[in-house]
């Protein structure tokens, strides 16, 4: 089982949309094993995207002792396990600092746990950090969000957990975007993909059915490639001659 941190030091760059549609990505292309948390408990979208608008237990009840992470686990349509966090406004908010330990109970049943993080470089980010084997970063093709992923490549690395490397998001390939190699140096990572602008993102949302459900949604192919290089796998690729004598053969 590995488990993946969804990071940036910065909000709205496609951290929650990544988690969502990445472990979708796992599940349905990959036939794996998948849960996804909503690791940032202060302002959590994970459940409203994928279509949870009122769930009764939540990671809030697990990081406070009252439920064990398998009684907060719900299972979406899609088969992609997940446990959201409580949306209401809390004071104080539970300690994030026990959901390394929490994960343990549930190690056996997943090929992959994603934690979705919070936006900056708090408390609740470095517990998601930790909490993982390795970290995504997320970016878009501009400046102040590759800052931003350069302070929470920087914060990984401090605290001894690899980077996988960067996701930049919604890129539209306009001139006055950043050029993916100018961000490979800047931050001295790999791209490991590069995720188109997609209506089908925003509208998936509203929706509540994540853009990978939806067949022609233009970041799809980027999702199954970014599931097949975080699990090391290909997907075998049957091209059309291949379909074609597959049909003669019967
Ligand atoms: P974060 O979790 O980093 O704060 P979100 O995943 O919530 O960011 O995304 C922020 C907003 O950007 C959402 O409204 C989402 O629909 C939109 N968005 C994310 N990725 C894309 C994309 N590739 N194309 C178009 N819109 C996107
Ligand atoms: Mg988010």
């Known amino acids: 089982m590995t488990v993946i941190g969804i990071i940036s030091a910065k909000g709205g760059v496609g951290k929650t949309t990544i988690s969502a549609n990445l472990g979708i990505a796992l599940v349905k292309a990959l036939g794996k094993r998948v849960l996804v948390i909503d ?3 202060t302002t959590p979208t994970l459940g409203l995207q994928l279509g949870m608008l009122s769930q009764e237990k939540t990671l809030d009840d697990v990081l406070e002792d009252r ?61 998601v950090i930790e909490a993982s084997d390795s970290v995504l970063v997320v970016s878009n093709p501009e400046l102040s969000s590759v800052v ?44 490991v993909s590069i995720i188109p602008f997609d209506k089908n993102i925003p509208a998936g949302v509203k929706q509540m059915e994540p853009a990978f459900l939806s067949k022609n949604s233009r970041s799809r192919r980027a999702f199954i ?17 291949q379909k074609l004598k597959s049909v003669f053969r019967h």
């Open 225 to 241: 490639e970014l599931a097949e290089y975080v699990s090391g796998e290909e997907i075998p690729k049957q091209g059309f001659m």
């Open 67 to 127: 439920d064990t992470l398998q009684d907060s686990t719900y299972i979406h349509p899609s088969g992609l396990h997940i446990v959201p966090a409580s949306l209401s406004l809390r004071q104080p908010y539970p300690d994030p600092e026990k959901l390394k330990d929490k994960l343990v109970e549930v190690r056996d049943k997943y090929d992959f746990i994603i934690i979705d993080g919070a936006a900056g470089i708090g408390r609740e980010v470095i517990s």
């Open 148 to 191: 931003a992923a350069i302070k929470a490549i920087k914060v990984s690395k401090s605290l001894n957990v690899p980077v996988i490397g960067l996701a930049i998001n919604r890129v539209e390939n306009k001139k006055y975007e950043m050029k993916a190699e100018d961000i490979k140096n800047l931050t001295e990572s790999d791209i």
């Open 39 to 41: 690791g940032n408990i």
